[in-house]
C-alpha cells in the first residue's frame, strides 16, 4: 500500500492546518489508519489512531480537544484537522496504515508542519 500526505504548511500559533492522506494499492486490507509525527532531535510519536470498522479514535494527551482524527470510509482517506496550534506541534507529520498483511501496512512519506510564535 502507499499512503500520500498533503496539507502541512507553515501557520501562526493559534491557527489551523488539515492534514490529508490518501491510500492507494490494497487498501481493503487496511484495518487502522493513524497519525504520527517526528520532531527534530526527537522520536517518532503517536498523535492519533482511528480504527477502519466503528471509527474508534484515541489521541495523545498533547493534542487532545485541538486534533480531530477521522476517515471517509470506504476510500479510506484520512484526515487531521488541527487546531489551535502551537509551537510544539511543529513536526513532520506522517500517516501509517495498519493491517494483518504486510502487503496493507506502511508509511507515508511524511509532511511539514511549523508553527511559528
Known amino acids: 500500500v502507499r499512503l500520500a500526505e498533503s496539507g502541512g504548511g507553515l501557520v501562526q500559533a493559534g491557527g489551523s492546518l488539515t492534514l490529508s492522506c490518501v491510500p492507494s494499492?490494497?487498501?481493503?486490507?487496511?484495518?487502522?489508519l493513524a497519525w504520527y509525527r517526528q520532531a527534530p532531535g526527537k522520536q517518532r510519536e503517536l498523535v492519533a489512531s482511528?480504527?477502519?470498522?466503528?471509527?474508534?479514535?484515541s489521541y495523545a494527551d498533547s493534542v487532545k480537544g485541538r486534533f480531530t482524527i477521522s476517515t471517509d470510509g470506504a476510500k479510506k482517506a484520512l484526515y487531521l484537522q488541527m487546531n489551535n496550534l502551537k509551537p510544539e506541534d511543529t513536526a513532520v507529520y506522517y500517516c501509517?496504515?495498519?493491517?494483518?498483511?504486510?502487503?496493507?501496512?506502511?508509511w507515508g512519506q511524511g509532511t511539514q508542519v511549523t508553527v511559528t510564535s
Open positions: 501509517k496504515a495498519d493491517s494483518p498483511y504486510s502487503f496493507a501496512r506502511g
Open positions: 482511528i480504527t477502519v470498522v466503528g471509527g474508534y479514535t
Open positions: 494499492g490494497d487498501t481493503f486490507s487496511i484495518n487502522g
